[in-house]
């Protein structure tokens, strides 16, 4: 499971919702206790291939903070 | 009421646009953007859902290039200010808006930039050749409107952007009067940033607007503020929306925004301007058999479904006043475009402005002609 980090949620909602068009099941999440660095806190978490969607949000001009693997 | 003063907001709003108004108060009250419980994220998704309708609507592939505003008057001058260097200069036409021409003026005024004005012709030739003479090393942006929100005339707008482009210039549409009655597609028609009001063609409620900014361009913000990111960071962050955006957004507004977009896909911009102008052509024929009544149109430019006319020995005021003694609702005097009527010499009486909306219908153009032929006895 994959944990994608946002400083926007307009980018959250909008990596979501490309996501969720490749055939993931995407949850939108609000960490409870993001860093400095974390700008809005919001995340996405998914089960799948990372390399592939951070390709295509990449595309898609969506701004991502970074990922981390989270289980 | 016969309402025909369209171009300053539509009255009517269709009833989704409404419905979803009032809905949105109870369902979706929450800020956008800034909590996480379940009303503040499907509020957050609403905005989102609306931001990608205009998107759509204005052919902008981002839908995080969408900013919210409160009327076209912001985003003109958000673009405007946001694109000014010190030395700078601008274009602007001769048909603008005080949008427009009063945030240029203020910036010459402190000494910021200066501009100058090109005239807006019937001859396409002459309009290359007019913005082409007010191009200088020192030019910003072009800023033009899409049609003239006292008479009509449509810009060659297209023509204009593709000038502006070729020259290395930002190209600045105002939208305000053909948003929603012309079909625009920022990509194809080289408009790097668009300003529109949400509550006039796109039918949705006052206190909304959009800017829409195609690609990166780089901008200044001139408000500052909460934007739910980045908050730690003293400064706004560079991030689209969020850095135009700051404070609380019109949520409701802006929801039922995205209905106002919905209906006018329904029926596509082009059928709402057949409708439009049908009416208006029906009116022009109409007053222009009327003794004293001078029509302001010329045949060879190209007209927005928008009507000016006076009366001879009546100020535009008194005509307006005469007819809303009959409910009919219309505008006059300089309908804030001062240029606009020194073009046209009507400075000193001003203008009866018609503008019809989707909902008017023949009956209510035959019942305005009827008292505008008894005024003008």
Do not use: W
């Not at chain 2, 800034?34 to 499907?42: C, H």
């Not at chain 2, 019937?122 to 007010?134: G, P, W």
């Amino acid at each position: 499971m994959y944990k994608i980090k946002f400083s926007s949620v307009t980018h959250a909602l909008k990596a979501k919702e490309i996501m969720e068009n490749m055939g993931y099941r995407v949850k939108i999440n609000k960490n409870s206790n993001p860093s400095k660095n974390e700008g809005c806190g919001y995340s996405i978490i998914f089960v799948g291939d990372i390399n592939r969607a951070i390709v295509r949000l990449d595309m898609n001009k969506v701004k991502y903070l970074g990922y981390e693997l989270i289980k | 009421m016969i309402y025909l003063d369209n171009s300053a907001t539509t009255y009517p709003k269709p009833k989704a646009v409404t419905e979803s108004f009032e809905k949105s108060m109870y369902k979706y009250g929450a800020n956008a953007g800034r909590g996480f419980y379940d009303m503040a994220v499907k509020t957050t998704e609403q905005i989102y859902n609306t931001r990608k309708k205009a998107a759509d609507f204005f052919g902008c592939d981002n839908p995080e290039n969408v900013i919210f505003t409160y009327n076209c008057t912001m985003s003109l001058n958000m673009a405007i200010k946001g694109v000014a260097k010190n030395g700078g200069h601008f274009i602007i036409s001769d048909l603008e808006h005080n949008s427009v021409l009063r945030t240029v003026e203020k910036l010459k005024c402190e000494g910021i930039c200066d501009y100058s004005i090109a005239e807006i012709s019937y001859d396409d030739k002459k309009n290359v050749s007019n913005f082409l003479k007010c191009i200088r090393k020192n030019t910003v942006a072009v800023i033009c409107t899409g049609a003239s929100n006292v008479f009509g005339i449509i810009t060659p707008y297209k023509l204009i952007a593709e000038l502006a482009h070729k020259n290395n210039i930002l190209f600045i549409l105002d939208a305000a009067q053909i948003g929603g009655v012309i079909p625009i597609n920022m990509q194809k028609d080289n408009i790097d940033i668009l300003c529109c009001a949400g509550h006039k063609g796109l039918y949705g409620p006052a206190g909304t607007g959009v800017l829409v900014i195609n690609g990166d361009i780089d901008m200044k913000t001139i408000v500052e503020g909460g934007t739910g990111s980045s908050s730690v960071n003293k400064l706004q962050p560079d991030i689209l929306p969020d850095r135009f955006e700051s404070g609380t957004p019109n949520v409701q507004g802006i929801i039922a925004l995205g209905c106002g977009m919905d209906f006018v896909n329904r029926y596509s911009a082009d059928g709402i301007f057949k409708h439009e102008n049908k009416l208006i052509m029906y009116l022009y024929n109409e007053l222009k058999k009327i003794d004293g009544v001078i029509v302001y149109r010329n045949e060879l430019y190209n007209y927005a479904p928008i009507l000016s006319f006076n009366i001879d020995g009546l100020h535009s005021e008194e005509t307006a006043l005469k007819l809303s003694e009959y409910n009919i609702a219309v505008r006059a005097g300089l309908h804030c475009a001062p240029l606009a009527h020194q073009k046209m010499s009507t400075v000193d009486s001003g203008t009866v402005r018609i503008s019809p909306s989707f909902f008017t219908q023949k009956k209510d153009i035959d019942f305005l002609i009827k008292c505008v032929r008894k005024i003008a006895k």
